[in-house]
């Protein structure tokens, strides 16, 4: 027969032995928890610092695009006076403007690393606008030029004719050339026209 003592104390060190290793399998969860969080918090950190440090390197390196660009495309191509050189680009001619076009794009072309957006952006932030949009404009606004240059020479060709007219027509002890063609009716030259003799002195009907 089975000691009751001794089966009692089988079941109580059974117990005690499922909650030993209950708690040690919630400890090693929390553990694998704690650890994740640890990783997961760790690795923010780095991607934190790493996303920072490459802000930091692109910022250095715009940086130095954008001196470069400033100097090499406007202190060279324009003036060092950074608002002088906005002023003497925006009042080049199309055509001047085509050419610094064209000097900006052959100068980079020859450095890589240098995006057209970027040297765009950079040449925008001094007041040196050649985007495609601004040659757009440039084409409308030299067209309109050209439109009231003819206008403006138009005018003064029809002024300068004028005054020449007036000018002929009030010289004194001159009198004006006579007006030479055919007579619309008889054909004869106004020269030869004389007038009907029976026009020159009324008719007394009453007589």
């Known amino acids: 027969m089975a000691d009751p003592k001794a089966e009692a104390e089988k079941r109580k060190r059974e117990s005690e032995k499922k909650a030993l290793d209950k708690e040690k399998l919630a400890t090693s969860h929390s553990n694998e928890r704690l650890k994740i969080s640890q990783d997961a918090k760790k690795a923010k950190i780095t991607l934190v ?29 324009l003036s060092r006076n950074r608002v002088k050189a906005a002023s003497i680009f925006n009042a080049m001619t199309k055509r001047n403007k085509m050419k610094y076009l064209d000097t900006v794009q052959t100068i980079t072309s020859r450095n890589y690393g240098y995006t057209d957006y970027e040297v765009v952006d950079a040449l925008q932030h001094h007041g040196i606008d050649i985007s495609k949009k601004a040659r757009k404009s440039w084409e409308e606004v030299e067209n309109q030029q050209e439109a009231e240059n003819m206008h403006k020479y138009v005018n003064m060709l029809s002024f300068e004719r004028s ?25 004869k030259t106004q020269e030869k026209v ?3 003799p029976l026009e020159k002195v009324p008719q007394n009907k009453s007589a």
């Open 163 to 187: 005054v020449n007219l007036w000018a002929e027509a009030a010289k004194e002890n001159e009198d004006p050339e006579p007006v030479k063609g055919s007579k619309t009716l008889t054909k």
């Open 194 to 196: 004389t007038i009907n």
């Open 49 to 77: 610092a790493r996303q920072k440090r490459e802000r930091l390197a692109m910022k250095e390196t715009k940086k130095i695009k954008e001196d470069w660009i400033e100097d090499e495309l406007i202190d060279k191509l």
